[in-house]
C-alpha cells in the first residue's frame, strides 16, 4: 500500500510568486486535505477535494485553489505568495469524506517565502 | 464550531514511567476525536480515534486515550514511555459541517529522557 506522496520536500520563493504543490493520495483514497502548519502552530484547514471537486473550505482568501485529478492525486496553487505563506504544506487523504475515517498524511512541502 | 484545547505546551517524563497528554474539547453534538503524532521534518501519523462506544482507546505504539464525556477530555495516556516517543502530539475534533475537516490543538511536545 503506497502512502500519500507530496512534492517538492521544499522550496523558496519570493514575495508575489506563485507555487504549485503537489500530492499523491494513499492507494484507494478519493479524498484529499490541505493543511497549512506555520512555526509552532497545528495544522490549519484549506479545502477539501472529493471526485474532483472541492466540497470544503476553510478561512482561506481565493489566491488559495486547488485541482483533485481523475487519479485523486491534487494540486494546491497559491498566487501572490506573502511571506505569512512561509509554512508547513500537508495534504492527507482519506476514503469516501467518511467523517468516522481518520486522515493519512504526507510529509508536507516546507515553502519559505522571502 | 468545534474546538479543541492542549494545556501544556510541553511534557517531560522519564523512560519507563507512565505518561498523559491532555487534551479537552468543546463540540456540538457527539464528538469524533483523534490523536496525531508528529516527528521531526515528518507529517502527522495518525495514533488513535473515538467514535463511539468503549471510553478507553486503544492505538499504535502502545497508545492509549481515555474518552471522558462529562469532563470533556480526551487525554492521551500510555504506561511506560520509550525516549523514541519524544516528538509532538496533537489532538483533533472532526468539524461536523458534513465534510471531514480536522480541527487540530497547538499540540504537545513530549520529552521523554533516557
Known amino acids: 500500500e503506497t502512502g500519500v506522496t507530496q512534492s517538492p520536500t521544499h522550496l523558496i520563493k519570493t514575495r508575489g510568486q506563485q507555487v504549485t504543490l503537489r500530492c499523491s493520495s494513499q492507494s484507494g483514497h478519493n479524498t484529499v486535505s490541505w493543511y497549512q502548519q506555520a512555526l509552532g502552530q497545528g495544522p490549519q484547514f484549506i479545502f477539501q477535494y472529493y471526485r474532483e471537486e472541492e466540497n470544503g473550505r476553510g478561512n482561506f482568501p481565493p489566491r488559495f485553489s486547488g485541482l483533485q485529478f481523475p487519479n485523486y492525486s491534487s494540486e494546491l496553487n497559491v498566487n501572490a505568495l506573502e511571506l505569512d505563506d512561509s509554512a508547513l504544506y500537508l495534504c492527507?487523504?482519506?476514503?469516501?469524506?467518511?467523517?468516522?475515517?481518520?486522515?493519512?498524511f504526507g510529509d508536507g512541502t516546507r515553502l519559505s517565502i522571502l | 464550531a468545534q474546538s479543541v484545547a492542549q494545556p501544556e505546551d510541553q511534557v517531560n517524563v522519564a523512560e519507563g514511567n507512565p505518561l498523559t497528554v491532555k487534551c479537552t474539547y468543546s463540540v456540538s453534538g457527539n464528538p469524533y476525536l483523534f490523536w496525531y503524532v508528529q516527528y521531526p521534518n515528518r507529517g502527522l501519523q495518525f495514533l488513535l480515534k473515538?467514535?463511539?462506544?468503549?471510553?478507553l482507546v486503544k492505538g499504535s505504539y502502545g497508545f492509549e486515550a481515555e474518552f471522558n464525556k462529562s469532563q470533556t477530555s480526551f487525554h492521551l495516556k500510555k504506561p511506560s514511555a520509550l525516549v523514541s516517543d519524544s516528538a509532538l502530539y496533537f489532538c483533533a475534533v472532526r468539524d461536523m459541517g458534513g465534510f471531514q475537516k480536522l480541527v487540530f490543538g497547538t499540540g504537545t511536545r513530549l520529552l521523554v529522557s533516557p
Open positions: 473515538y467514535i463511539t462506544g468503549d471510553n
Open positions: 492527507a487523504s482519506s476514503l469516501d469524506r467518511v467523517e468516522s475515517q481518520p486522515q493519512h
